[in-house]
């Protein structure tokens, strides 16, 4: 099994970028599908970001399209979110998870769909 290390997070201003990694390893990576989610304190886990095994096919929430671009490096066994445009509500613990099942993109969205999960890194967006 696949197991997931985040990195990247930190304390930024609004209007500010920063690129996210998720390091892959113990696992054939190019074999799972992945996403990002994010949790903001209170808050339930929601999704952000997934793509496809190839890396070819990706889906975004409404609240991050056109700021947020996902991305894989299946030679590095790496997971990208780039984020750009930070918003202050763009605050949370990031996630990377993954799943060698297939599902349609709706089915994407929903958590109880992966099976292996990062620990977090943490983004702080400042006004």
């Known amino acids: 099994q696949v197991q997931l290390v985040e990195s990247g997070g930190g304390l930024v201003q609004a209007g500010d970028s920063l690129r996210l990694s998720c390091a892959a390893s113990?696992?054939?990576?190019?074999?799972?599908?992945m996403a990002w989610f994010r949790q903001a304190p209170g808050k339930e886990r929601e999704f952000v970001a997934a793509?496809?095994?190839?890396?070819?096919?990706?889906t975004y929430a409404d609240s991050v399209k056109d700021r947020f671009t996902i991305s894989r490096d299946n030679a590095k066994n790496t997971l990208y979110l780039q984020m750009n445009s930070l918003k202050p509500e763009d605050t949370a613990a990031y996630y990377c998870?993954?799943?060698?099942?297939?599902?349609?993109?709706?089915?994407?969205?929903?958590?109880?769909?992966?099976?292996?999960w990062g620990q977090g890194t943490q983004v702080t967006i400042s006004s």
């Open positions: 998870a993954g799943t060698r099942n297939l599902y349609s993109t709706g089915r994407l969205y929903y958590r109880d769909k992966y099976d292996y």
């Open positions: 113990g696992g054939t990576f190019s074999s799972y599908t």
């Open positions: 793509v496809s095994r190839g890396g070819a096919s990706t």
